[in-house]
């Protein structure tokens, strides 16, 4: 049987068909690329066209071939277009012969990386702090032949650089006086626990600054000033108070008991919320046990005055006078019994008797001797309150 081959327009045809197929398959891919620059042309366009920024491209010459309109208008003031385009960026920007080491477009095209500077350019007038950034531009063959620099006019931030450099300064002097003074300094947070201890407040406790950075202040405070801490605590976070004064006692890692004088101020955030605390702890250790050294003397020397008092004034030959319970009283001469204390016609009687005199103290008149030994107690003069008979007696008074 004869073999049936197929027509050579039927083979053509079929082949011209794959061709269109493939072409169209092209077309969509380039379509669709098309559409991708497209949208990045559109995006470029609003960052150099809508921008504050000037922008203008150089070449490998540093010839300026493309400038947007803000660069015409901030940078170029006076310039034609045609006088700007095809340029060199030195002459433009710096007005210079020649570019110097810091420019950063002919950095940015002989090492094909980003390169920034700080400029300051006369414009408008007067000096202008400028901020540059240049970047490379590369072919589709991977060389670098332009870079599109950007400048940015920072003269109107000066006031919040200002401010910035401000708050540096404060800070830097803040942490000065944290970390070298004498005194032990801590920022607490919400939840009483330590942020930041400096050394002197990690001498007071003997504790090192890691091993207090996961403690609270309740894990150094004596148990019976625990209840005290809380509630300082929650008035403030309650917006109760916002200062801290306070003396309680601290438990050191060695287990010893020591007293610090609290005195702390808590910053505020955004929204008025208490933050942190900064606190000033003093040791006042050594006060606290001045103070109760003297009030256990001063607890001894009262229960041992009443028996001495009493033996210096009683049986005396001129009159007994008797401090009982720390109240003057007067006894008639030869007795031993005191007046009664609401009997005041006694005491008027005795006011004009020679050798007497009232005691301006309680209004009570006593013998001259018996007075003499009481004031001299009073003023922690009686020395065993033994008195001789050349005591000497105020001008006017009578034996």
Aim: with cysteine.
């Amino acid at each position: 049987m004869p073999v049936q081959t197929e027509s050579v327009p039927e083979r053509t045809l079929e082949q011209l068909q794959r061709k269109i197929e493939e072409y169209e398959r092209w077309f969509r891919f380039l379509d669709g690329q098309n559409r991708v620059l497209e949208r990045e042309r559109q995006k470029l366009s609003a960052v150099l066209n809508h921008s504050d920024a000037g922008f203008f491209v150089l070449d490998s010459c540093l010839q300026v071939v493309w400038v947007n309109e803000v660069f015409t208008r901030r940078f170029a003031v006076g310039r034609h277009p045609r006088e700007i385009v095809g340029g060199r960026c030195f002459r433009l920007l710096c007005g210079e012969s020649a570019p110097c080491e810091t420019c950063p477009g002919s950095r940015a095209l002989r090492t094909a990386e980003v390169a920034h500077a700080d400029m300051r350019l006369d414009l408008h007038g007067g000096p202008r702090d400028i901020y540059a950034t240049a970047m490379p531009i590369r072919s589709p063959f991977g060389d670098t032949e332009e870079a599109i620099v950007m400048l940015q006019d920072l003269s109107d931030l000066a006031v919040l650089r200002r401010s910035q450099e401000a708050l540096k300064t404060s800070e830097e002097r803040f942490r000065s006086i944290f970390e070298n003074t004498a005194a032990g300094m801590a920022t607490v947070g919400r939840e009483g626990q330590f942020i930041e201890v400096n050394a002197a407040f990690c001498r007071f406790l003997g504790y090192a600054e890691e091993e207090l950075r996961g403690k609270t202040v309740f894990d150094v405070t004596h148990p019976e000033d625990i209840a005290l801490s809380r509630d300082t605590l929650g008035s403030v976070l309650s917006g109760a108070r916002r200062a801290v004064d306070l003396e309680k006692r601290f438990i050191r890692k060695d287990g010893s008991t020591v007293w610090g004088h609290v005195a702390g101020t808590w910053l505020p955030g955004q929204e008025g919320i208490p933050l942190h605390c900064v606190s000033v702890v003093q040791d006042i250790t050594e006060r606290k046990r001045a103070e109760e050294a003297l009030r256990e003397s001063e607890g001894r020397d009262r229960r041992s005055e009443l028996p001495a008092h009493r033996r210096a004034f009683e049986g005396d030959g001129g009159g007994v006078g008797l401090v009982r319970d720390g109240v003057e009283r007067a006894c008639v001469p030869g007795s031993h019994r005191a007046p009664p204390r609401g009997r005041q016609g006694d005491h008027r009687q005795r006011r004009g008797r020679p050798g007497h005199q009232r005691s301006p103290s309680t209004g009570v008149t006593l013998p001259y001797n018996v007075h003499q030994r009481v004031q001299r107690m009073q003023t922690g003069r009686a020395a065993g309150l033994g008195l001789g008979s050349g005591a000497r007696r105020p001008s006017g008074a009578h034996r």
